[in-house]
Nanobody, 124 residues
């Protein structure tokens, strides 16, 4: 699976951005689970959001819940991350990710496929 992330940029605090992740496989497939991670400067990669195995529900980290929304457009094989009410602490490189649909959790150690990352910078 190849993943191509885009949509990052510079935005003021309180603003919004939408990231896109174009996948080389069908996002409607039950074989893969899709989501997003991020890595802030000087920190490790952290989970942001993902779909559940059945693709019908979503999961978010506590720091973005209520502000970010993950979605997908299956006819375009694209996964999105809508980011609202952005804060300076959201500044990071954002990575789309995919794993095979198994019982393992959507965490970094279980990810099999990574996009190249897109930089989001939130100014105060």
């Amino acid at each position: 699976v190849q993943l191509q992330a885009s949509g990052g940029g510079l935005v003021q605090a309180g603003g919004s951005l939408r990231l896109s992740c174009a996948a080389s496989t069908r996002t409607s497939s039950y074989y893969y689970v899709f989501g997003w991670f991020r890595q802030a400067p000087g920190k490790g990669r952290e989970f942001v959001a993902s779909f559940t195995r059945d693709g019908r529900r979503t999961s978010y980290s506590g720091s973005v819940k209520g502000r970010f929304a993950i979605s997908k457009e299956n006819d375009k094989n694209t996964v999105y991350l809508q980011m609202n009410s952005l804060k300076p602490e959201d500044t990071a490189v954002y990575y789309c990710a995919a794993k095979r649909s198994t019982s393992s959790s959507f965490e970094e150690a279980n990810i099999g496929f990574w996009g190249q990352g897109t930089l989001v910078t939130v100014s105060s």
